[in-house]
């Protein structure tokens, strides 16, 4: 049962998986396990993506990010992620680019 809990959250992107960036927009978030100031975070993250060619669109994904870097998952943070080709609603977040500064925002065009 621990193991079930301790994987429950984020996927590994598939091998094909294209880069993009994405702001954060809406964190629901939860520890990885039940024990207080242990483990990983495992939020739901809502997001809007910009994909390097397309419109930019909205995705949830949950994610399991290390507690260290959850300054870097916050509503209006800006993160790398990775988009799967088959299905872009599929978006998982790019945790080892959190080793590097965060991407630039982008315009947000539709705005306007």
């Known amino acids: 049962m ?10 590994s ?6 880069p993009a ?8 978030g939860s520890k990885c396990t039940w024990f207080p100031d242990v483990g990983d975070l495992c ?11 397309g419109a930019p669109y909205e995705a949830t994904t949950d994610a399991r990010i290390p507690q260290v870097a959850a300054s870097r998952v916050q509503p209006g943070a800006w993160l790398n992620v990775l988009v799967d ?6 978006v998982f977040v790019d945790v080892p680019s959190f080793s590097n500064p965060p991407p630039k925002p982008i315009p947000d065009t539709d705005a306007r």
């Open 2 to 11: 621990a193991v079930l809990l301790l994987t429950a959250c984020g996927n």
């Open 13 to 18: 992107a598939p091998a094909n998986a294209v």
């Open 21 to 28: 960036v994405a702001t954060v927009t809406h964190l629901t």
């Open 43 to 53: 939020p739901t993250l809502t997001m809007r993506v910009y994909p390097k060619e």
């Open 85 to 90: 080709p088959a299905a872009a609603s599929r």
